[in-house]
């Protein structure tokens, strides 16, 4: 013990900095989620409740539906980004000419900022000024404009629609960098033993790919659930509550109706849900080191 | 199974020509290793036999159908790969049974087959083990008979051996040789390893910059290597190549001549050499401890015993060598010996087209 009582010195600094921005606040959240606070950041005036916050949270309406909206955006865009993905990917692991070219055009929804993006995409959906009308009015393939996001039916589909044209470029890089591993030998033996281009994909580079489609898949779980930018900025949640997903109403509760007391427990709930997939997330990555 | 038949095949990366111009027949039934140091064309030969690689040109045929143009599966072959690339996330019988399926065949047909190659290779045991739960051999024998239940026409190798170690090498050297035996397979093997080639095959092609060096028996090919690279390749320690120019009784080098047979030193002659090399096995090198007519001197460099047998690097004039001797007779470094070549067993090679005299 005495020996290593200089290794927690060194590496002090770093825990105290931890402390004070990720566990201070993770503890503060926990703790304010048992008050009511009043409608003001006069936090000292706040009344013990127990566990009633949380009984408000699950039990109100408002959460129920936002709830069934978190869970379709969170699949759809992770199902649709991984498909997308690993489609380009697998276009893109085949050499043709100006493979480079598009690689790189294709990452660039990926980096562009999603503030910035978000902004572009309501102005190309707005149903009055919106690039995407327009067009489809001048060709006369519509006498209305389309009503992409003032629509209580298709407000969600178009937020998935953006997201996952913001994060499929990230499947695609995890996905080609899985089929680079794919040993090539293997490939060629799976060729002589009589394999089709298709039986290969299924029986070699679809069971080689299975750790990092696992790990990819977690990440934009983990990524969507939370994914605040684009329904806040394009929506904000409308109209009528229709995009409206855990995380916008966590943030509406917090700092439009100032009621941290709640928000907190609507945030325990949402890091306990985090923690699950952060939980299996890690399973998966250190499963493959597992000695079987 | 089946003859195979290589005519004038070519194929390039980029400017290289990796095999250039290959021209080789193995009989039905025949074991033949292409052998040769790394980056010969051997692999890249069997590629092509194998329909993973095109042609550039020439034509191969298999059982007398021209296969240039068919996919591998129609080739009716079966591989062993270097890393056995057994399909990890499978079971022993499913790798096993992976060929068979892929050809539609009837489910109790595969099962019997898988069976009969598990008992024949002695892994019935293993069957339902992942590939990463087995031992280098154990891989093997399952990469083995992954090839063996397909009951190919031809049976094409890529250093299987390769990745064991020493011990487990010589094991499966003598159980491949079985298999040929009993299948009486036409098997083409690619090694780098000039033992392997010798001790197995029934025929080795000699590869080397692509092209074919020499094709004919280990026996032959050991006895009468076609040309210098042949000679330094085949067999271990590799033969002496000294340096030597034709003189009017024989050969002489810096410091010491040799008088030849007329019959060889007409052959060189005919040939009109100039410079030639001197080719002989350590075994064809009596060691003399006194000046005797016919014999010429050397000294010890150092002394190598390896128990059964002790070799002997020797300075003759300006040129290393490699001789043996019984390892109950002592020699000392610096000691001069006086070496008696067995003429029988001499060979020359022109010293500019490295081609035997």
Redesign the interface.
């Known amino acids: 013990m005495v020996r290593h009582r200089a290794d927690y010195l060194y590496v002090a600094p770093a825990i105290l900095v931890m402390g004070l921005v990720i566990a201070y606040p993770v503890w503060f959240t926990f703790y304010l989620s048992v008050f009511s606070t009043p409608p003001n950041l006069a936090l000292e005036d706040k009344i013990f409740v127990g566990l009633d916050n949380y009984g408000r949270i699950l039990g109100a309406d408002s959460v129920r539906e936002a709830s069934l909206n978190t869970l379709v955006w969170t699949v759809a865009s992770t199902g649709f980004a991984f498909v997308l993905g690993f489609g380009a990917a697998l276009a893109l692991n085949r050499p043709f000419r100006g493979r480079g070219l598009l690689r790189g055009t294709l990452l660039v929804p990926y980096v562009i900022s999603a503030v910035a993006a978000a902004y572009v995409w309501r102005w190309l959906l707005h149903s009055d000024l919106g690039v995407i009308s327009a067009l489809a009015m001048a060709s006369g393939l519509r006498s209305t404009p389309f009503n992409f996001l003032d629509n209580t039916d298709t407000v969600l589909a178009s937020l998935i629609m953006v997201n996952v044209w913001k994060e499929f470029p990230f499947v695609m890089i995890m996905m080609l960098a899985g089929l680079q591993t794919v ?1 090539d ?2 490939l ?9 281009p298709w ?1 290969r994909f299924w ?2 580079t679809v ?2 790919l ?1 750790n990092v489609s696992l790990v990819t898949i977690l990440l934009l779980l983990a990524a969507n659930f939370n994914g605040f930018t684009i329904p806040w900025v394009m929506t904000g949640g409308g109209p009528a509550g229709a995009s409206e997903i855990w995380i916008t109403q966590i943030y509406q509760l917090a700092f439009g109706r100032i009621r941290f007391g709640l928000a907190s427990a609507y945030s325990v709930i949402l890091f306990a849900v985090m923690m699950t997939m952060g939980y299996f997330y890690v399973r998966a990555l250190v499963g493959k080191d597992r000695p ?1 | 199974m089946a003859e195979v038949r290589l005519e004038n095949v070519r194929k390039g990366y980029g400017e290289a020509l990796a095999v250039d111009d290959l021209s080789l027949t193995i009989a039905d039934g025949e074991f033949v290793a292409l052998v040769g140091p790394s980056g010969c064309g051997k692999t890249t030969t069997l590629n092509m036999i194998a329909g993973l690689l095109e042609l550039d040109g020439g034509e191969i045929s298999i059982d007398g159908r021209r296969v240039n143009d068919l996919d591998p599966k129609d080739r009716d072959i079966a591989m062993v790969f270097q890393n056995y690339a057994l399909y990890p996330n499978k079971s022993v019988r499913k790798n096993l049974a992976f060929p068979l399926q892929m050809r539609g065949m009837a489910r109790g047909e595969i099962a019997r087959r898988v069976d009969e190659a598990a008992r024949m290779l002695d892994i019935g045991h293993l069957l339902e083990r992942r590939p990463r739960e087995l031992s280098g051999g154990q891989q093997q024998r399952v990469a083995l008979g992954r090839a063996l239940v397909r009951e190919p026409k031809v049976f094409l190798m890529d250093e299987p051996l390769s990745n064991l170690d020493a011990k487990l090498r010589v094991q499966m050297r003598s159980e491949l040789k079985r298999f040929h035996q009993d299948l009486k397979a036409t098997i083409v093997y690619v090694t780098h390893d000039q033992l392997e080639a010798m001790t197995m095959a029934d025929r080795m092609a000699v590869m080397h910059g692509g092209k074919l060096q020499q094709y004919d028996t280990p026996e032959r090919v050991y006895a009468h290597p076609a040309n210098a690279f042949v000679a330094s390749f085949v067999g271990s320690p590799a033969m002496n190549l000294i340096p030597a120019r034709l003189t009017e009784t024989g050969i002489a080098g810096d410091g010491w001549q040799l008088a030849l047979p007329p019959a060889l030193l007409a052959r060189a002659r005919q040939a009109g050499s100039a410079g030639v090399l001197l080719g002989v096995r350590h075994g064809a090198i009596g060691l003399l401890p006194a000046a005797t007519p016919g014999a010429v001197e050397a000294r010890v460099l150092t002394v190598e015993p390896t128990g059964d047998i002790t070799f002997l690097n020797l300075r003759l004039g300006e040129s290393a060598l490699v001789a043996s001797a019984a390892p109950d007779r002592h020699f000392t470094p610096g000691q001069p010996l006086w070496l008696e070549f067995d003429m029988a067993r001499l060979h020359l090679f022109d010293a500019a087209s490295e081609l035997a005299l």
């Open positions: 040993p030998q293997l060629r033996a799976a060729q002589v033993d009589g394999a089709g039986q029986h070699i069971p080689h299975g079987s």
